[in-house]
Each structure stands twice: as C-alpha cells, then as structure tokens.
T-cell receptor, first 109, second 112 residues
Framework: GQNIDQPTEMTATEGAIVQINCTYQ??????LFWYQQHAGEAPTFLSY??LDGLEEKGRFSSFLSRSKGYSYLLLKELQMKDSASYLC??????????WGAGTKLIIKP | IAGITQAPTSQILAAGRRMTLRCTQD?????MYWYRQDLGLGLRLIHY???????GKGEVPDGYSVSRANTDDFPLTLASAVPSQTSVYFC???????????FGEGSRLTVL
C-alpha cells in the first residue's frame, strides 16, 4: 500500500530552526512536494524535489533521499507567521499526488 | 486577478439534497482536481481532469460526479448529500498532471 508519515504536531521557538520529516512508501516516485497551509486557508506550494539533495529557497530548504524514502523541510529564523500545517505529497507512478496528513507547527515567542 | 475561485465558500445542506460546488480558473491550466480535507486526514482526491473533456476517479469518488466541458470550469456535484460528506472541499488546478497545484479558497460543506 501507499503510505506517507509525518509527525502530527511540532513546537518551536521564534528565531530558531525546525526540521519537519516525511517518510514515504509509494508505488513509484515522480517527485515530492511540500505545501504550507495556514488554519482556515488553502494550501500553497513551497517546494518540489525530484532528485536527491537539498533545495534552498530563502528561509526554507527541502531535502530528498529517494533510496531512503525520506524528505525533510527545514525552516530557519522562524517567525510567528510560520505557524501553519506543512503537507508532504508524493507524485506516484501514475502521476497521482498522495498526501500526508500534515504536520501542525506551533511557533512560540 | 488570475487564479482559481470556488463557490459557495460555505453551505449547510439537508441530507438528500443535491448540491453543486463551482470551480473556475483563468490560468488556462489543463489539469483540475477536487479534494476533500477532513481533520486528521490528508487531502483526499475525489475526481480529477487532466484536460477538458476528460475526467477520472480519485481515491474517494463515490457519491460525487464532475464534468469538464471547457478548460476553465470544473463543477463537483453531490447527487444526494449524506452527513459523511460534511467536509472542506478544495478545488485545485495545475498546468499539467506533474506541476504544482494552485488551490481555491475552499468550500465548507455541512450536511445535516
């Protein structure tokens, strides 16, 4: 079966760094996406990885290891506005997106 | 402003009633999707369309139907609503089946 695991909830401090992990087992792999979703709002695109390695985009970075079925999203210099849910999604062999349940990130002052 | 719009934003519906959620995009995206999002679960795909004139079933299609008569519009119909269809529904589009998704603001549906 297809499975994506993310921690349900994480707490971090403003100004700090946090790493949100995503592990997956899917039928094929055509890329991994991270989306951000603030409470009561729609998800918005953060990053896309299809090759192993680190993709950096400002304060956010995303890492992928296809052999380990593992990705992480790294958020640096945390701000209160980063409080949101972070969704990991895999594009499988049929080019269908399989979504994790999301990680709720709580930022404390 | 270019984007994707959904209507209504919120609706309370009696069980057994028919309901259509509307979705329109003006980005000329080929692919469109309907998801439902329930607490503690990931986004679940209801139906999708890779291009105008074609549709496909997602993970949870039962009780829902869609049509894609043109590029811009992708309505979702609940033929006879049931309480288990209470959820937040998101319409999304992408340039093709591999691209990033752009989501509408969501439609909160309550079936009593």
């Amino acid at each position: 079966g297809q499975n994506i695991d993310q921690p349900t909830e994480m707490t971090a401090t403003e100004g700090a760094i946090v790493q949100i992990n995503c592990t997956y087992q899917t039928s094929g792999f055509n890329g991994l996406f991270w989306y951000q979703q603030h409470a009561g709002e729609a998800p918005t695109f953060l990053s896309y990885n299809v090759l192993d390695g680190l993709e950096e985009k400002g304060r956010f970075s995303s890492f992928l290891s296809r052999s380990k079925g593992y990705s992480y999203l790294l958020l640096k210099e945390l701000q209160m506005k980063d409080s949101a849910s972070y969704l990991c999604a895999i594009l499988d062999s049929n080019y269908q997106l399989i979504w994790g349940a999301g990680t709720k990130l709580i930022i404390k002052p | 402003i270019a984007g994707i719009t959904q209507a209504p934003t919120s609706q309370i519906l009696a069980a057994g009633r028919r309901m259509t959620l509307r979705c329109t995009q003006d980005m000329r995206h080929n692919a469109m999707y309907w998801y439902r999002q329930d607490l503690g679960l990931g986004l679940r795909l209801i139906h999708y369309s890779n291009t105008a004139g074609t549709t496909g079933k997602g993970e949870v299609p039962d009780g829902y139907s869609v049509s894609r008569a043109n590029t811009d519009d992708f309505p979702l119909t609940l033929a006879s609503a049931v309480p288990s269809q209470t959820s937040v529904y998101f319409c999304a589009s992408s340039i093709d089946s591999t691209g990033e998704l752009f989501f509408g603001e969501g439609s909160r549906l309550t079936v009593l």
